[in-house]
Each structure stands twice: as structure tokens, then as C-alpha cells.
């Protein structure tokens, strides 16, 4: 059998009333679908911490969410922004700086306040086993989902694409375990919820190496 | 040039809103241009040029696959460049060699371009053999027979939106199997 260019160009044009969603779409779905796969390991294995109500009041455990979710949210935007296959980093970065920015405002707040506990027991706190267990596991089902969504789209370099999709999952994962754990400090925050989250960026990046072509 | 590329931006967004033959005079106007950059960059890292066709349908098909990712308010040359470029550093990879793709290979192209007369069949030929029956009857009807969409659905007793699934996955794994190689 032969299929010569102008063949196969006749035949493309045939399919051109094929519509495919856009990508955001598509991972919108894919996360929205994986998304109670998280939450149920959350609500089965870790659950919402007794002392919410009252921990709702402390602004370091506020940050927290602040933190994960700014990491969430602009990994979602690099990532439907790099499924073009001419863009690139440049000029987008700085959205990946926006949570990183406010942990270093959050661990300056707390150094200028009397503390209980010295600053490495803040640090090391009391759940980082659970922190590093936890946020990598319930980020899995997630970065599965954000790498089948980034899938429809044409990323240039695959393992920046899914480092990316890393970010989002470990950013979305965290925000539920933020609810469980009883460390506020901006500095256990930035020790451990950060290894989780280089952990799973790095699955990520392997992964997409080899998925996120097109 | 510049003249040129409005002019694939005004083809492609004809395309976009549904115009098929905006669609297919679109890609006959980028082969040739595709097929010296693929040339050029084949003879440069020392490699056989009669690769340069599969090359050419392997950007045709992530062309068509991926066009959902152009941005319609955006010039389509640079996007067309940058998925062309991916692709042929692919090519040249599996060829063996580790190879810098100069972008202006494809700005400076020159004219029409004839395919190479090969005497083996395509790559995308060989990988049609592979398809399931159902994709492949379909893609063969259509590209080798030249039959339409509606006269296809009539012979296969099929009807017009089953053809058009069909043809869509048969070109989806296609690429998939080009990819996979």
C-alpha cells in the first residue's frame, strides 16, 4: 500500500471537521475526575485536623493554603501556556515565584514574632514523615490526570511540561494536607512541604519525558 | 515572505472555522517549504535526503493532530516552525545523531520543491498496514481511492459519522505508530 504527501494532505482535509476541545479543557475534566481519588485517600487515611476552627484564626496556617494554592494555580497557567509548541519559559517564571514569595514573607513575619518554640523545632515539627508519605501519594492520582490532560496539547520540551504538571499536583495535594497538619510554621513548611513537592516534580519531569511527546 | 506567512495565517483560520479546502490548499502550500527544510537539515547532519518525505508527513500529521493548539489571534508560521522543528530533530535523533536545527531553515526557502521519487513505500504507508481493519479500509477509501467521506460510509454500509471517527483515530494512531518507531 502507498500514501503519497499529497494523499495524505487530501485526507487530512477530509478530517477537518474533527474538532478537538482545548487543552484546558481537557485537564480541567481529567483533574475534576482524579480530584475524589485524592480526596477520599485525605478523608480515609488523614482527615481535617480537630482544631480547625480555632486554627483558622492563626494566620500561618491560612498561609499555608495561600502558599499551596498560588503554587497550584500558576503551575495551571505555565503548563496551558508551555502546551503551545512555540512558547517557552520566558516571562512566565515569575508566576512560579508568586508562592515561594510568600513563604519567605510568611517565615519573616513569624522571626519578628515572640516565639514559643525554638526555630528548629518549628522547623522540623512534628509530621514531616506524614508530610513527605502523604503530599507525594495524593499528589499521584492528580499528576496522572494533569499529565493525560497536557497530553492534547503540543508542549516543545516534554520534561519542563511535566515537571510543571508536577508543581500543580504537589500544589493541590498539599492544600489538602495543609487541613491535616498541625504545623504552621512557615519554616516546616518550607523544609518539608518543599521536599514533597521536588519529590513529585521530579516523577513529573521523568514521566513527561516520555508521555508528553507529540 | 512576510506576504507569504499572512497569507497560511488567513488560510488557517478559513481552516479553523470549518473551510476544508482553505484547509488542504494550506497544507499544499507549506510541503514544499517543509520538504527543503527537512532536506537541509538531513544532508547537514549526513543523513540519507530520501528520508526527507517521511519527515514531511510525519509534520503534516502533527499539524493536523495538534492545530487545536495555534492560537487564532497568532501568526501560524512561527507555530508551524516550531512543530516542524520538533519533529525533524526527532527524525535526525533516530537517525543517530544529535543535531542543532537552525530555525531560519525554514524562513528561507525557496520554491516548489518536487517529492522525491522513492521506491520504497512511506513510513506512513507501512504503519497503515498495522491499523485495525475498520481505520484502515477507511483511510485507505479515502486517501489512496480518493473516494469521499459519503461514498466511503456507502461502500462500507457505514454511516458519514462512523467514517469520520474512523478516519480520525486511523490518523490519531498513525502518528502513534510513527512516534513509537
Known sequence: MRMDTD???????????HRVRPVGFVLALALLAAAPVSILMFVSELGVRPDVMTAMHNPFFDLKFGVTLALACAAITVALHLSRPEANLRGW?????????LL????S???MMPQRLPMMTRLVGSNSRICMTAVPLMSLPLL???LIGLRHGAPARPAVSGAIAGLMSAGLAATLYASHCTDDSPLFVATWYTLATALVTAIGALVGSKVLRY | MREREDEWTGLMRLAISGDSAAYQRLLKAITPVLRAAARRGLARAGQPIDQAEDIVQDILLAVHLKRHTWDTSAPFAP?????????????LRRGGRRIFVNIDDFAETLADQPAAQTASASEVAAQLSTLPERQREVLQSIAVESASIKDTATKFKMSEGAVRVALHRGLASLTAKLREQ
Do not use: H, Y
Request: glycine fraction near 6%.
Open chain 1, 7 to 17: 494523499q495524505l494532505i487530501r485526507t487530512l482535509a477530509a478530517d477537518n471537521s
Open chain 1, 93 to 101: 517564571v515569575w508566576l512560579l515565584m508568586i508562592p515561594a514569595g
Open chain 1, 104 to 107: 519567605v514573607a510568611g517565615i
Open chain 1, 109 to 111: 513575619g513569624e522571626m
Open chain 1, 144 to 146: 496522572a490526570a494533569s
Open chain 2, 79 to 91: 507555530w508551524l516552525f516550531a512543530i516542524a522543528r520538533n519533529k525533524l530533530i526527532d527524525a
